[in-house]
């Protein structure tokens, strides 16, 4: 069982589905509201869990109702918390999101994902120097993204860097990552004057494009490949980018392939978008291997 550690955020998402998104001055009847345990860093974990690693999750979230909440449902999915600590000047992290006509839409509130300082995550070091891959997300401190690519590198741990939200990195974070997976929109922004092909090619198999249904698109240092999704009936997209990331750091620990771990990576994200929920519908490996054959 490969050994994978988390650092990032954990929330609770506020999820409400209506079949018309608002615009500004908006007010429209919603069909449903649910509340569900979410955070990139926390979705990528579970993912992981469930797809058969051993995960330690490294982050932080309130003294409250919500706190509570996500650490259990951490404990009911086999995740490690001996360094997810409940802080109390801050409450948990939240997320607002709106499902309507076929996507989603979500703010942000990072609560208690801000004490995820560089200060919290050195105490953490013995899960890292064991871990067989770190995944880091950007809904924690940037600085604590650039003390962790420096701490990876240090110590010879390969650094999965799923660039979301996004934001500008600096070209030390982006070296020592050893893999990078931004969205077309998140690519933008991190190779500003660059066009995608010239992104990918100074990069190779380091820097995977996600481009939702068309799949995934990275070079391979002789061309360009674009690994394909998996067409489905997609109930709820929210989540499936940290289904996409943890099960590609699962398959790249076990010692697949890129193109292997690729395809695996797919399948997975595939299978939760046909579930409510960021983790609803987060399958298991054994679901996922059926779904290959």
Same mark, same amino acid.
């Given at each position: 069982?490969?050994?994978?550690a988390?650092?990032?955020?954990?929330s609770?998402d506020?999820v409400v589905?209506?079949?018309k998104?608002?615009?500004?001055g908006?007010?429209?009847?919603?069909? @449903?509201?649910?509340t569900?345990?979410g955070g990139?860093g926390a979705?990528q974990?579970?993912? %992981? !869990?469930r +797809?058969? =690693?051993?995960?330690?999750?490294?982050?932080?979230?309130?003294?409250?109702h919500?706190?509570e909440a996500i650490?259990?449902?951490?404990?009911d999915?086999?995740v490690?918390?001996?360094?997810?600590?409940?802080?109390t000047e801050?409450?948990?992290?939240?997320?607002?999101i709106?499902?309507?006509?076929?996507?989603?839409s979500i703010?942000v509130?990072?609560?208690?994902n801000?004490a995820?300082?560089p200060?919290?995550?050195?105490?953490?070091?013995?899960?890292?120097?064991q871990a067989?891959?770190v995944?880091?997300?950007q809904?924690?401190?940037?600085?604590?993204v650039?003390?962790?690519?420096d701490?990876?590198h240090?110590?010879?741990v390969?650094?999965?860097?799923?660039p979301?939200?996004?934001?500008p990195i600096? @070209?030390n974070v982006?070296?020592r990552a050893a893999f990078?997976t931004?969205?077309?929109?998140? %690519? !933008?922004? +991190?190779? =500003?004057?660059?066009?995608?092909?010239?992104?990918?090619?100074?990069y190779?198999?380091?820097?995977?494009?996600t481009?939702?249904?068309r799949g995934?698109?990275y070079?391979n240092?002789?061309?360009e490949?674009l690994?394909p999704?998996?067409?489905?009936?997609a109930?709820d997209?929210?989540?499936?980018?940290?289904t996409?990331?943890?099960?590609f750091?699962?398959?790249?620990a076990?010692?697949?392939?890129i193109?292997?771990?690729?395809?695996?990576?797919?399948r997975a994200a595939s299978?939760?978008v046909?579930?409510?929920?960021?983790?609803?519908?987060m399958?298991?490996?054994q679901e996922v291997e059926?779904a290959?054959?």
């Amino acid at each position: 069982m490969v050994k994978v550690a988390v650092i990032g955020s954990s929330s609770m998402d506020l999820v409400v589905t209506s079949a018309k998104r608002p615009g500004a001055g908006e007010t429209v009847l919603g069909d @449903s509201f649910k509340t569900v345990p979410g955070g990139k860093g926390a979705n990528q974990a579970v993912a %992981a !869990a469930r +797809l058969g =690693a051993e995960v330690t999750m490294i982050g932080c979230v309130g003294k409250d109702h919500y706190g509570e909440a996500i650490l259990q449902n951490f404990q009911d999915n086999g995740v490690h918390i001996k360094y997810v600590e409940p802080v109390t000047e801050m409450e948990s992290g939240t997320a607002h999101i709106i499902l309507a006509e076929g996507d989603n839409s979500i703010v942000v509130v990072k609560g208690a994902n801000d004490a995820v300082t560089p200060a919290y995550v050195k105490r953490a070091k013995p899960a890292i120097e064991q871990a067989d891959i770190v995944l880091i997300q950007q809904e924690i401190p940037e600085e604590t993204v650039e003390y962790v690519a420096d701490l990876c590198h240090e110590l010879g741990v390969p650094l999965l860097l799923n660039p979301a939200p996004a934001r500008p990195i600096s @070209s030390n974070v982006i070296e020592r990552a050893a893999f990078i997976t931004p969205n077309e929109h998140e %690519a !933008a922004l +991190l190779f =500003a004057g660059m066009s995608q092909g010239d992104a990918l090619k100074k990069y190779p198999e380091k820097v995977f494009i996600t481009e939702g249904k068309r799949g995934v698109r990275y070079f391979n240092g002789k061309h360009e490949v674009l690994v394909p999704a998996y067409p489905v009936e997609a109930v709820d997209t929210t989540g499936a980018g940290d289904t996409f990331n943890a099960a590609f750091a699962v398959a790249l620990a076990e010692g697949k392939t890129i193109e292997e771990s690729l395809r695996f990576a797919n399948r997975a994200a595939s299978l939760s978008v046909m579930k409510f929920g960021a983790q609803g519908g987060m399958p298991l490996r054994q679901e996922v291997e059926e779904a290959i054959r």
